[in-house]
C-alpha cells in the first residue's frame, strides 16, 4: 500500500460507540471513511449529512466486495464480533474489533490465529492501553522506577448504565484486565471472582475480582455499576513507589508516590517500617486517546507493525473474562488458566 495513499475503512455497526471511530477515521489524515454499516437504514440516514463523503450500506457482504475496502471497523454487539471479524480476515480485509474481541476464548483465538495466517492487521479497541496516562505508568514500570511490582488493582464504578444482556465483569472488566495484562507484560495463570445480583437475577452488578500472574504479581478487580462514586482508577503497588493512573483527574491523570516499605536491616522482632517521600504528578499529553487508537491501527496497517492490543492481546482478555465467570457460577471457586497456543 503507498504511503501516501489514504487507508479506505468502513465502520460495520453505528449505533453506539460506532459513530465515534467513524468520526476519528474520517478526520485522521491518511484516512478516509469509505463505508458506514449498519443493518438499520433509519439510523444510517440519520448520520448521513455528518459523514457526507461516506456510502452507506445495510450489506456487509457489499463492503467487503469493494476491492479499495482495506480496513473494517466492526463496532456491533459484542455476540457478533468474532463472526464478522472471520468474515472480514476472509475476504483479505484488516480489523480492528471493538471490545471483548469475542464472547469466547474459542472464538477469541479463531480470530487471531486467521489474522495472523491471513497476514492481516488484527487490532482490538483496547482504549486504556494507548491512554497517554497508562503509556506513562507503563513506562514508570518498565524502566523500573516502582521497584518490583507487588500487586495491581482496578476501580471501575458507577451509578448505571445497568445493562439487561451482560453482566459487570463483561461490561466494565475488559478495560481492567487489559491494562493489568499490559503493565505486568505476563499471562495470567489462575483467576477467581465472587458477585452479586442485586437489581436482575442471574447478572452479576458488581463483582470483586483476582488475577494471579506467571510471575507472582497479584491484580485485584471491583467492577459494579451499582456504586455512589465513579471510579476509573488503576493502582500499582512497587516496592519502591506507587503509582495512581485516576481517568476521572481532568490534570492529575497520574500520580507517583515516593512511598513504600524499608528493608529490615536489625535483628528478629524488629518491627517493619515504611517510609513517605515526595509526591509528583507528571505532565501527560492530553490527546484523545480514541483518536490515538485509531492512528495506531492506521500505522500498523501501513507499516505491517504488531498493534499493542493485537488479536492475541484480545484473546487473553477473553482467557480472563471467560474464566472469571466460570468463577462466578462457582462462587468463587479458582480457575486455572491453560498456556495459551499460537
Not at 459523514?51 to 466492526?74: G, N
Not at 511490582?149 to 478495560?175: C, F, K, M, T
Not at 508516590?257 to 515504611?274: L, M, N, S
Amino acid at each position: 500500500m503507498d504511503a501516501v495513499t489514504p487507508t479506505q475503512v468502513a465502520v460495520v455497526g453505528m449505533s453506539y460507540w460506532g459513530p465515534n471511530l467513524a468520526r476519528n477515521f474520517d478526520r485522521i489524515e491518511g484516512s478516509e471513511l469509505r463505508w458506514a454499516c449498519d443493518l438499520d437504514e433509519s439510523l444510517l440516514a440519520g448520520h448521513h449529512a455528518g459523514f457526507p463523503r461516506t456510502r452507506f450500506t445495510t450489506s456487509l457482504d457489499e463492503v467487503l466486495a469493494d476491492p479499495a475496502t482495506d480496513a473494517v471497523v466492526i463496532a456491533t454487539p459484542v455476540p457478533t464480533h468474532a463472526a464478522l471479524a472471520l468474515k472480514a480476515i476472509q475476504a483479505g480485509k484488516h480489523v480492528f474489533v471493538e471490545k471483548p474481541l469475542a464472547l469466547t476464548t474459542a472464538d477469541a483465538r479463531a480470530v487471531a490465529g486467521a489474522a495472523e495466517a491471513a497476514g492481516v492487521t488484527c487490532m482490538v479497541d483496547h482504549l486504556l492501553v494507548l491512554h497517554p496516562g497508562v503509556t506513562k505508568v507503563k513506562e514508570l514500570v518498565d524502566t523500573g522506577h516502582l521497584g518490583e511490582v507487588l500487586y495491581v488493582y482496578g476501580n471501575r464504578l458507577n451509578l448505571g448504565i445497568v445493562r439487561q444482556d451482560e453482566n459487570a465483569l463483561w461490561s466494565l472488566g475488559p478495560h481492567d484486565i487489559s491494562v493489568m495484562l499490559h503493565l505486568v507484560g505476563q499471562r495470567a495463570v489462575e483467576v477467581s471472582a465472587t458477585g452479586a445480583c442485586y437489581l436482575q437475577p442471574g447478572v452479576e452488578d458488581v463483582v470483586f475480582g483476582r488475577i494471579l500472574f506467571e510471575n507472582g504479581v497479584i491484580g485485584h478487580l471491583h467492577l459494579s455499576w451499582l456504586d455512589p462514586h465513579k471510579m476509573r482508577r488503576m493502582t500499582v503497588i512497587g516496592s519502591e513507589r506507587m503509582v495512581v493512573f485516576d481517568d476521572m483527574e481532568s490534570e492529575r491523570k497520574v500520580t507517583v508516590y515516593d512511598k513504600g516499605p524499608v528493608p529490615r536491616t536489625g535483628e528478629y522482632g524488629e518491627y517493619i517500617q515504611v517510609r513517605s517521600g515526595d509526591i509528583f504528578s507528571p505532565k501527560i499529553d492530553t490527546a484523545e486517546p480514541l483518536r490515538l487508537v485509531c492512528q495506531h491501527f492506521l500505522d500498523c496497517v501501513r507499516t505491517g507493525a504488531t498493534p499493542v492490543a493485537d488479536g492475541w492481546a484480545g484473546l487473553a482478555t477473553v482467557e480472563i473474562l471467560e474464566a472469571m465467570d466460570r468463577s462466578l457460577a462457582e462462587n468463587g471457586r479458582p480457575v486455572t488458566l491453560e498456556v495459551a497456543s499460537r
